[in-house]
Each structure stands twice: as C-alpha cells, then as structure tokens.
C-alpha cells in the first residue's frame, strides 16, 4: 500500500459517544485509497478501531479533521474504509486512548 509522507498529524478528538479518534491534516481528497480496512466499530481502551473478522487483528483508523464520518460510527457498526496502513511514528499526536499501536490506517477524506 502507498501513503504519503507529506501527512501531518494533529492530534485525537472525542466524540459524543466517549470514544477518542486519532485525526489528521493536510490530506488530499482521494488521494491513497489503494486499501481497504473492513470490519466492526469497536471500544479498545476508550479508542475507536476497528476489528477484523478475525478478532486478533484490530486496527486504528485516523480520520481526516474535516472528515465527518466518526461523527456517525458507534460500537456495532460494520464499517469500510479506503485508505493505507502507516507506521507508527513519534511524532503522532495520538492521546493515550489511542497510543500505542504498531501501525494506523489512514483514512481517505471524502
């Protein structure tokens, strides 16, 4: 999968439903879609991911900060979302609800 290293960070907001999501900047508006992250809305430790059919494998996705989906997600929904894995770096501004992981899913803006 591609993701482009010209993505900023800034940080995790909290929705109505308690749960923290990473968020991101500077994305362009259908660039890097060559992923797919399937699977069910979950609660990991105060942090939206996403779980895999396989219950072993849950993913963070990060969210664009103009990308209103999160808004609509609660703990249940079946979720599909293009983007591209990434590793984790220091330089994220993850809260600590969401720190932590190997490697998060960039979202593509809409």
Do not use: W
């Not at 993913?59 to 990308?67: A, E, G, N, R, Y």
């Not at 591209?84 to 220091?90: A, E, I, K, R, Y």
């Amino acid at each position: 999968m591609f993701v482009s290293a010209c993505q900023t960070f800034s940080g995790t907001t909290e929705l109505s439903n308690g749960l923290h999501v990473p968020r991101s900047s500077s994305g362009i508006k259908g660039v890097g879609n060559a992923g797919l992250l399937e699977g069910t809305v979950v609660d990991q430790n105060g942090c939206l991911a996403i779980q895999d059919a396989d219950p072993a494998y849950v993913t963070v996705p990060v969210f664009d900060v103009k990308d209103k989906r999160p808004d609509k997600l609660r703990v249940g929904n079946q979720v599909s979302l293009q983007g591209g894995v990434t590793p984790s770096q220091n330089s994220f501004e993850i809260s600590e609800e969401c720190a932590g992981e190997e490697d998060y899913f960039l979202v593509v803006r809409e």
